[in-house]
């Protein structure tokens, strides 16, 4: 398998970039999940959602990018190498929340993995996706170097990010993944060029 992009074999890497990228808009997060919630990630990373919850959420995540889970380990974290494609690695719990995932994955794949976390879900599913990407969704010149250079620089080790969604397309996808899982609302809201999405169960 290709190596992974630098930033996914260094975890201390990875979070100087993400904090630059997000630049605080995670906090939303502690109002999204409330207290006292069992929350589980797939695709957790290093767990750095985490800091975002109140303390009296436990939290859970399972990946497959054994850096990042000793890592989160060694910071006293509950995380499990494990395929978020399999049903098998789940825990039934309050909130789901599936933070910068869906990009990397085929359409079929988020299909799929939203589909399992409806049935994990007991109250909410909480996407979230890194929208200023649309610039890279474009048939131009620029967007089709910009698509090149953040699949490069985006590149899990895991997954070829297939394509770059435009503001227009993640409108379709999430209508389409509510329709599909029945979801009873969904809320989406937008900071600091990141969309984060509240799917009611
Ligand atoms: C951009 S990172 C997001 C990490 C974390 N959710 C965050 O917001 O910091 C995407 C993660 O998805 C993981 N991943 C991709 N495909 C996976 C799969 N099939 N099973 C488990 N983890 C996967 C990668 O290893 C990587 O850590």
């Known amino acids: 398998?290709?190596?992974?992009?630098?930033?996914?074999?260094?975890?201390?890497?990875?979070?100087?970039?993400?904090?630059?990228?997000?630049?605080?808009?995670?906090?939303?997060?502690?109002?999204?999940?409330?207290?006292?919630?069992?929350?589980?990630?797939?695709?957790?990373?290093y767990g750095r959602i985490k800091k975002y919850l109140d303390p009296s959420c436990t939290y859970s995540g399972i990946d497959l990018n054994e850096d990042f889970i000793n890592y989160g380990k060694k910071n006293g974290l509950d995380?499990?190498?494990g395929d978020i494609l399999k049903k098998e690695n789940y825990q039934e719990s309050d909130i789901?929340?599936?933070?910068?995932?869906?990009?990397?994955?085929?359409?079929?794949?988020?299909?799929?993995?939203?589909?399992?976390?409806?049935?994990?879900?007991?109250?909410?599913?909480v996407i979230i996706e890194p929208v200023f990407v649309d610039v890279a969704s474009g048939k131009d010149f620029f967007s089709k170097f910009l698509a090149k250079f953040?699949?490069?620089?985006?590149?899990?080790?895991?997954?070829?990010?297939e394509k770059w969604f435009s503001r227009k397309d993640y409108d379709a996808l999430f209508e389409e993944l509510k329709q599909k899982n029945n979801f009873s609302q969904m809320n989406i809201s937008f900071f600091n060029y990141h969309c984060f999405v509240e799917s009611i169960i």
Not at 5 to 26: D, E, N
Not at 35 to 41: I, P, S, Y
Not at 98 to 125: G, M, P, Q, R
């Open 1 to 45: 398998m290709k190596k992974s992009s630098i930033i996914f074999r260094i975890p201390k890497l990875y979070s100087l970039g993400i904090r630059l990228l997000y630049f605080g808009a995670c906090a939303r997060l502690k109002d999204m999940v409330g207290n006292g919630k069992k929350v589980f990630e797939p695709a957790c990373g």
């Open 96 to 125: 789901i929340i599936l933070s910068d995932i869906l990009h990397h994955l085929s359409l079929e794949n988020i299909k799929k993995l939203v589909s399992i976390a409806s049935k994990f879900a007991k109250e909410k599913i």
């Open 150 to 161: 953040f699949s490069w620089v985006d590149y899990d080790g895991i997954n070829n990010i």
């Open 79 to 81: 995380l499990e190498i």
